[in-house]
């Protein structure tokens, strides 16, 4: 049966620091110019319901460093426009792939696929998680000599999927993590319980200050994700106080790192100072994703 990463529960503690190790090697031998062809004759798909810059071009970057073939899909290339069901859409794609990479909206659609699926289907975003850009992140963070499974991320702003990834990760790696959100904007309170009882020390609080107070690193993103325009003016009002820059910064200790899964609105939730400052890790961050990307589709995609 096809082994699905749907989920950064998905992974083990052991499964997760063997992507980062992969993931180092693999930066390393492409900077290098040594070729890794683990994919060859591999037929992969991109299903994209939802936008992206680096979260595509990575991907399909990677599959063709590993020597597969991509393929690029959105709503408009698809029966899924015009009505076909998720579960006929699962079963046909898989008679001609050998795996899926898909980023849509509700975690369901991408459980729905999955589970009709005769091959590995990757989520590369849901409105719940984001799980391949959290070991990105993360590969990110140990290569600046942090110990993943002791330090402290402070996470600052909206509880969307990229928190409720984060979140899961503490559980999974056992760092702590604490979210400042607004009321009301919370991330999701299962992740949260799941990830407690895995061993994660997760606080979820309101006040920026409290989070960032001993933080090896500030994280933040968007104040507002794909499909929640109309609240633009509500939300951009409301996260004022969840801005990182240099105030908050000075409550976390000395070098903690600044990240950002991008795109960012530089003067909401970070200032050009924080973004750009020499505490920034953002730019790497956004390579990663090439390299971490590539260890996932060898763990999930090589059967």
């Not at 529960?9 to 930066?27: G, I, Q």
């Not at 998720?86 to 008679?95: G, H, K, M, N, P």
């Not at 409720?164 to 319980?193: M, R, T």
Request: charge should be negative; hydrophobic fraction near 40%.
């Amino acid at each position: 049966m096809s082994r699905h990463f749907l989920s950064i529960f998905d992974l083990t503690r052991e499964e997760f620091t063997s992507l980062l190790n992969r993931a180092s090697e693999l930066k390393s031998e492409k900077k290098s110019g040594r070729e890794h062809r683990t994919l060859a004759g591999k037929s992969i798909a991109l299903i994209f319901e939802k936008l992206s810059t680096r979260t595509r071009v990575s991907f399909e970057v990677g599959i063709n460093d590993l020597g597969g073939h991509v393929l690029y899909m959105n709503l408009s290339d698809m029966q899924l426009g015009r009505g076909e069901t998720v579960e006929d859409t699962a079963r046909i794609l898989s008679l001609y792939l050998d795996g899926a990479i898909i980023r849509t909206f509700e975690q369901e659609r991408i459980e729905e696929f999955a589970a009709h699926a005769g091959v590995p289907v990757i989520n590369a975003l849901t409105d719940l998680e984001h799980p391949t850009q959290i070991v990105s992140d993360l590969f990110t963070v140990a290569e600046h000599g942090i110990d993943i499974q002791d330090f402290k991320l402070a996470y600052i702003g909206d509880g969307n999927n990229i928190v409720n990834s984060l979140i899961g990760a503490a559980g999974v790696l056992g760092f702590k993590l604490s979210a400042a959100v607004p009321e009301g904007y919370e991330p999701d309170p299962g992740i949260v319980e799941k990830a407690r009882e895995l061993g994660g020390e997760v606080e979820i609080v309101t006040d920026p200050f409290q989070a960032a107070s001993g933080s090896d690193v500030l994280y933040t993103d968007v104040w507002v994700s794909m499909g929640q325009e109309e609240e633009s003016s509500k939300r951009n009002e409301l996260f004022k106080p969840y801005q990182i820059n240099g105030e908050l910064l000075g409550a976390a200790n000395d070098g903690a790192y600044v990240m950002h899964c991008l795109p960012a609105h530089r003067g909401e939730e970070i200032t050009q100072e924080a973004l750009e400052g020499p505490n920034s890790i953002v730019m790497e961050q956004a390579e990663n994703k090439l390299h971490a990307g590539k260890a996932i589709l060898e763990m999930f995609m090589q059967i």
